[in-house]
């Protein structure tokens, strides 16, 4: 029949990854009726989402079209490789800092990456969705889109200063090269900047011309905000809706071919970066900088705080935590060997950093023989570095600079904005998700105008105050406790033994000891020990040498407890919503796996629901509880 023949087109479709079937296989009524599909050789009625053909096959066409979209955002180069890893790495002692990073990237990095991938992928769900696991978790699903937005409100304020260096970058003269005598307290001899001291009589002091001009005449930055952060600089505001209005067209055209293009936006950045690497291994004092990067600092290396930035940075550079990796698993095919993309990925990603690093701690090295100040006194760090480091090694280049610097900046722009429109895209998918009869280009207009606005904070002259205390506070720490509960919520609740059985029937493969330790024990625990000492010991903040203050403290806990308190709210409304009619009864259930959790065909779920269930350790617990419970109360 011509008309079963169809269905199982699509489902061989679905089931060879052609287009994400999870639209069709739901739970709303409206739309409920029989199709036909093919089970085990026989053809199976199966109750599926369809009004009639018109609305189905438009439905495939934006899945299509939508996966096109996705599948482009899946870059290994990542914003925060280049920008974040030098600075977390010097601010954290170099050393002392990548020998914690390269530990936490083997035993929580890369088996939290495997693991969100492998339950989007699992469940063809996004990062909400997918806690119908165990729905009394779904904050965590909003928590992490709310430390996303934080991410990408200031991600696309350094697109912005990249956009301003990229546009100065033309200009016969390298700005950032040449010391300018009309700087206050500055004195210019000989194209090398003496800043004069704080108090009148004391010495000048060499400081970096590519440091001065970023600091004075990019971000005209205060030393303080005690008196507010001023008003947006206009050149960089103008920058930073140019970088809105190019991530709106990425989300809303999408791009339909890759072809040679997705090879070039892959290479480009480790071409640039492999120039600038060499280019620094040729200045005076660069090996005392690379040496500054891998030597391990023991007494340092202990410090839990050194950890704890290690982790974040972690988060940071693979995106775990964040959601738009399960985002994008969700339209993988079933059986796609998400094994294998997790070890090369991670693999990937370590060497960006660490190439990354070896670049800037070569510049580092020469700016501190330059200046005769040891390399931990050369900057206070910050988003500042790699607008200081690198423009600083492209001005030392003797033919074109100007060429490299429009190739560097393109290269940080491309970054910026593959991270950007990934990160903004799971947060539009979220909304979408709660509110289908809105437009996708409708959301995404709406999401830009709010990032715009939002940034705008950060182009005052106290904007780096500001990007620095979200930064810590909305970004870091919010992902950080997300992913804490993420983790307890699969392997402790869901239940490690289920989750192994998950993955194990999707990939036809066994999981190996090191995956099942990582996920059990050394993530959660070690996450959480680590997360509790530094809140215990947690020291005032403070940016180039200045600590905030208390008004700006009190805000960046604010802007922590509203995604922190997403959590209970959004899981009293599981409990709630459960259909159980006693109170016990919708705890209990909140706990457990709704009918919707597993794979999208009826076939493979099938399949699937044949295989033992095994209950976690927490819901064993609690069954007991709740039975002893019953008891108590029946003896009374």
């Known amino acids: ?31 409920s009726q029989q199709i036909v599909s093919i089970n085990n050789g026989r053809l199976a009625s199966t109750n599926c989402i369809l009004s009639r053909k018109s609305l189905f096959v438009r439905r495939i066409n934006e899945e299509l079209d939508l996966c096109q979209k996705r599948k482009r955002n899946v870059d290994i180069e990542c914003l925060g490789n280049v920008w ?42 996004g990062q909400v969705k997918v806690w119908k696991m165990s729905p009394i978790f779904k904050g965590v699903g909003y928590g992490s889109a709310y430390g996303t937005f934080c991410v990408v409100s200031y991600y696309c304020v350094l697109m912005a200063i990249t956009v301003f260096y990229f546009c100065v970058s033309f200009q016969t003269d390298l700005p950032w090269a040449t010391c300018n005598p009309e700087w206050e307290n500055v004195t ?3 194209n090398t900047a003496f800043v004069a001291g704080a108090t009148p009589g004391s010495n000048a002091t060499e400081e970096s011309v590519s440091r001065l001009y970023y600091r004075r005449d990019v971000l005209q930055e205060i ?4 008196s507010g952060i001023g008003l947006p600089e206009w050149r960089l505001t103008l920058c930073l809706l ?117 670049t800037i701690f070569a510049i580092l090295g020469n700016l501190s023989h330059v200046l005769n100040t040891p390399i931990d006194k050369l900057t206070d760090g910050g988003a500042s570095l790699a607008f200081v480091a690198y423009p600083a090694a492209i001005s030392t280049f003797q033919f074109v600079p100007q060429l490299f610097a429009v190739l560097f900046f393109l290269m940080l722009f491309t970054l910026g904005v593959g991270s950007a429109t990934s990160l903004t895209g799971g947060i539009i998918t979220i909304i ?46 919010v992902i950080y406790v997300m992913a804490v509960i993420e983790v307890i919520g699969i392997a402790w609740v869901y239940g490690l033994s289920n989750i192994i059985r998950d993955i194990e029937f999707m990939l036809e493969r066994k999981i190996g000891l090191y995956w099942k330790i990582c996920w059990g024990f050394i993530v959660p625990v070690g996450l959480s020990l680590i997360l509790m000492y530094t809140l215990a010991t947690i020291e005032p903040l403070k940016h180039g040498g200045n600590f905030f203050p208390s008004s700006a403290i009190i805000c960046g806990w604010i802007l922590s407890s509203i995604a922190v308190l997403l959590l209970p709210l959004c899981a009293l409304h599981a ?18 796996p709704t009918s919707e959790w597993g794979p999208k065909t009826p076939e493979l779920y099938e399949q699937w629901k044949a295989l033992p269930p095994v209950r976690s350790y927490t819901r064993q617990f609690f069954d007991l509880f709740s039975n002893f419970s019953q008891k108590v109360r029946g003896d009374a």
């Open 432 to 477: 979408h998700d709660q509110f289908p009869n809105i437009t996708k280009p409708s959301i995404t207009a709406l999401v830009c105008v709010v990032g715009f606005a939002s940034g705008l904070i950060y182009v005052t002259p106290g904007g780096q105050f500001l990007l620095e205390l979200v930064d810590y506070f909305g970004a870091g720490f």
């Open 223 to 226: 030393p303080d905000i005690d």
């Open 84 to 125: 974040r890893f030098p600075f977390t790495a010097y601010k954290n002692g170099g050393g002392a800092f990548l020998i914690p990073y390269l530990i936490v990237l083997f035993f929580i990095g890369k088996p939290m990456y495997f693991l969100e991938l492998a339950i989007g992928q699992f469940s063809s769900f």
């Open 1 to 31: 029949m011509p008309g079963k023949q169809q269905n199982y087109n699509l489902q061989s479709a679905a089931e060879n990854g052609q287009y994400n079937p999870s639209f069709v296989y739901g739970e709303n009524p409206k739309y």
């Open 575 to 592: 409990i709630s919503t459960r259909k159980s009619d006693t109170v016990a009864g919708k705890i209990k259930e909140s706990w457990k």
């Open 188 to 190: 210019c001899v000989n």
């Open 242 to 358: 140019a970088s809105w209005l190019i991530i709106f067209g990425s989300l809303v055209k999408g791009v339909k071919s890759a072809g040679k293009v997705a090879y070039f936006t892959a290479l480009f950045p480790y071409v640039v970066l492999v120039i600038l690497l060499i280019r620094g291994l040729t200045l005076e004092g660069a090996f005392n900088g690379i040496y500054f990067f891998i030597k391990p600092q023991w007494g340092k290396i202990l410090d839990p705080k050194v950890w704890y930035a290690a982790v974040a940075q972690c988060f940071f550079s693979l995106s775990t935590g964040f959601g738009p990796i399960i985002m994008f698993a969700s339209y993988n095919p079933f059986r796609h060997n998400v094994y294998r993309d997790a070890i090369i990925v991670s693999l990937m990603d370590t060497f960006t950093s660490l190439l990354a690093g070896f």
